[in-house]
C-alpha cells in the first residue's frame, strides 16, 4: 500500500516524461498502452489525472520505453539500511533478490489449475527497503504490491501487503540451488458476494529474465508449460519447504 502511495505522489513527474516521450517518439497513447500492455483506458486517466499511476503500470511503461520514469531520489533521502521491523538488511546484502520472478499458486477455483503471474521486487530509494508489485495477473484488480522483510532470526523471506489493516503474507525460504523460492501464501479467496475465505497454498517464485517466455493467467492441463509448472509447483511440498497440516481426522483439507 506504501508503495501505491508514493506511485501517486510520483504521478504528476510520471504523466509528464510520459507526454514528453510520446511527442519526441511520435507514437500514439494507443501504441505506448500495446507497447506497455496496458489498457488505452488505464493509460489515458492516469495521464488526465483522474485515476493515479500504479507501481505496476508505471513499471510496464518504463519497460516499454527504456527509460525511468520516476524521479530519483535525493542523496539525502536514500537509505541504504531497511528499518528494524522489516529486519535491518543492508541493500548491498538483498542484491540478489532483486528482480522479475514467474511465480505460480495452484488456482482456488479450477481444479488441476495452476495460476501463474510476475512479482516484481525492486529496492526503493524513497523507502528505504526492498518492495514488491505484481503483474500479468488474470485477475488483474487483486494485483498486489506492498513491502519486504527479510528478518536474520528465521532466514526466511516474507512479502506483506497491508491494505488499511488488511494482511496477506506470503512466507518464502532461501533460494534452492536452482535460485527458484519456494512457500506458503496465506490470503482471502473471493466468494460469492462480499464472501471472502481465509486459504493457504504453496508457491513458487523463479527469477527470469526474458518474460516473453513464460505463459501467464491460468495453466490448465493439457497446456504449454502445465507440466513445468506442476513440477515446479509440487517441489515446494515433495522437497520439505513447506507443510500444510490437516485437522484431525479429516481425509483432506476443507
Not at 106 to 115: A, E, K, L, Q, V
Not at 117 to 125: E, K
Not at 126 to 142: N, Q, T
Request: proline fraction near 6%; aromatic fraction near 6%; glycine fraction near 8%.
Amino acid at each position: 500500500m506504501r508503495d501505491q502511495e508514493l506511485i501517486g505522489a510520483e504521478a504528476a513527474e510520471v504523466g509528464r516524461r510520459v507526454r514528453e516521450e510520446l511527442a519526441r517518439r511520435r507514437i500514439s497513447r494507443q501504441a505506448l498502452a500495446d507497447m506497455a500492455r496496458v489498457s488505452l483506458s488505464t493509460l489515458e486517466k492516469a495521464l488526465a489525472g483522474t485515476r493515479p499511476f500504479t507501481l505496476a503500470t508505471t513499471i510496464r511503461l518504463e519497460e516499454a520505453l527504456g527509460l525511468p520514469l520516476r524521479p530519483a531520489a535525493s542523496p539525502a533521502s536514500t537509505r541504504q539500511t531497511a528499518p528494524e521491523h522489516l529486519g535491518s538488511y543492508a541493500r548491498a546484502a538483498v542484491g540478489w533478490l532483486e528482480g522479475r520472478y514467474l511465480t505460480l499458486r495452484p488456482s482456488f477455483n479450477t481444479p488441476d489449475g495452476i495460476f501463474a503471474y510476475l512479482t516484481t521486487i525492486r529496492w526503493s530509494d524513497e523507502l528505504g527497503h526492498l518492495g514488491f508489485v505484481e503483474s500479468e495477473r488474470a485477475d488483474a484488480r487483486f494485483e498486489q504490491a506492498g513491502h519486504v522483510s527479510l528478518p536474520n532470526l528465521s532466514g526466511h523471506i516474507y512479502l506483506v501487503t497491508n491494505e488499511q489493516g488488511q494482511h496477506r503474507l506470503q512466507t518464502l525460504s532461501r533460494p534452492a540451488m536452482d535460485g527458484t523460492l519456494y512457500g506458503v501464501l496465506a490470503t482471502l479467496q473471493a466468494g460469492r458476494g462480499s464472501q471472502l475465505m481465509p486459504v493457504a497454498a504453496p508457491v513458487a517464485m523463479a527469477k527470469v529474465q526474458d518474460t516473453s517466455a513464460c505463459a501467464f493467467g491460468l495453466i490448465v492441463p493439457g497446456a504449454d508449460g502445465y507440466d513445468r509448472y506442476c513440477r515446479m509447483l509440487a517441489a515446494a511440498i515433495s522437497d520439505n519447504y513447506v507443510h500444510l497440516y490437516q485437522a484431525p481426522g479429516t481425509a483432506e483439507p476443507h
